[in-house]
């Protein structure tokens, strides 16, 4: 009996061409150069997957503080198809699962996907995510153009001071005067 490894390593200059390949035959859109150099400064949150030392998937993170929330915002997170369903993308969702709860300060976890992806689809809605919107012409260059948003939250956001909620459970937005 053979036994298969799964391990995750990190992006350096040295395979930072790796991860730019598998991208480009895992994923139908193409990413700039800011954002290989934006990767190589991610720590924890950039790492490949590695099956029986061989580079076969790869999960990028980035760090999203917008509307009063910080978040994590998974840019990538692939595996080449004749290795999905072997627990690659799970090992590396795990990660940054265990990473989140270990900061222990972010709101929740998300990302986009193309609509008829529905393997991804499902693969996130395994670990609680929930299709949140869908945002229209989301991508510019592949068809269908349209992403889901998927979401996991992590703890409920505290209402601003400005809010009030009803005993209805209806939540009253205060708008601001000029």
Known sequence: MTRTSIELGDVTPHNIKQLRKLNTVVFP???N????VDVLDAGE???LAYYNDIVVGAVCCRIDTSDNQRRLYIMTLGCLSPYRRLG?????FQHILNYVEKDGNF???FLHVQVNNDGAIEFY???GFEIVETKKHYYKR???ADAHVLQKTLRKTPLNASNHV???GHLEKKEKKA
């Open 166 to 168: 009803h005993s209805n």
């Open 45 to 47: 949150l950039a790492k």
């Open 29 to 31: 859109v193409s990413y």
């Open 125 to 127: 809605k395994k670990f």
């Open 88 to 92: 690659i993308g799970t090992v590396m």
């Open 33 to 36: 150069d800011k954002f290989y």
């Open 107 to 109: 709101d929740s976890i």
């Open 142 to 144: 592949i068809e269908p």
